[in-house]
């Protein structure tokens, strides 16, 4: 499989096939294809699959596209202003990404619901309780809001970060929650109660335009009814 990233704000990733190869995606994914490209689908593992699916934000059921009878062409586009990350998963690299940020990948590749270990990192930490795991072996591509900015984090090195500009870590990362400081702070300050700390060692993906922000920011200028 060979890959293209085309586009922005919106862009789309243009995956080229050789004949046989499959790819995987979210449901509505797909922007265009080749006519020789034949969908399936399916559950993509059972209930199990499906019910780790729907928890992580992601569609109940999967969609798998396979050229026929020669190479084929397909492109899957984003759904919000931003970026196509692409990341080569393999067993000894494993990402853990914020929900709803799969968008496709090779068939060699295993999406799972990921728990946060410290309650107070899921429910306080802007990322949720419950992210995406992927495994495997492949190529992934994720959804990333705005643009991303990218860190190499050593062991015992930390970043602090606002609510959801996380958009990815590698599995060996961890992360925490801390309070602001400061009662003024927290109260005036308008970054909110809390921030996350994500922990080497590993690579971290921030994004610059979580979609709640954006959708925040669009509030003000829409209409309101009556």
């Not at 190869?21 to 509505?28: F, L, V």
Request: with cysteine; charged share 15%; hydrophobic share 40%.
């Amino acid at each position: 499989m060979q890959y293209q990233i085309k586009g922005t704000p919106f862009p789309v990733v243009v995956c080229r096939l050789n004949a046989g190869e499959t790819m995987a995606c979210q449901k509505g994914a797909m922007a265009w294809m080749s006519p020789n490209m034949q969908m399936a689908t399916n559950a993509g593992g059972g209930i199990g699959k499906m019910l780790s699916r729907a928890i992580s934000g992601e569609s109940i059921f999967q969609n798998n596209y396979t050229a026929q009878g020669g190479p084929g062409e397909i492109s899957f586009a984003s759904t919000v202003p931003g970026q196509i990350l692409a990341v080569e998963i393999s067993p000894s690299k494993t990402i853990v990404a914020q929900k709803s940020a799969y968008l496709a990948s090779e068939m060699g590749v295993k999406l799972e619901i990921f728990f946060q270990k410290k309650l107070g990192a899921g429910f306080f930490g802007g990322e949720g309780f419950i992210m995406q795991k992927l495994s495997g072996n492949g190529m992934a591509f994720l959804e990333i809001d705005g643009s991303v900015v990218e860190y190499d984090l050593a062991k015992g090195e930390s970043m602090v970060v606002d609510t959801g500009y996380l958009a990815a870590m590698d599995a060996t990362c961890s992360i925490d929650i801390e309070t602001v400081s400061g009662i003024g702070n927290a109260l005036f300050g308008g970054e909110g109660l809390f921030n996350t700390r994500v922990s080497g060692p590993g690579h971290v993906w921030l994004q610059t335009l979580p979609i709640s922000s954006l959708a925040g920011a669009l509030i003000p200028y829409i209409p309101s009814k009556g």
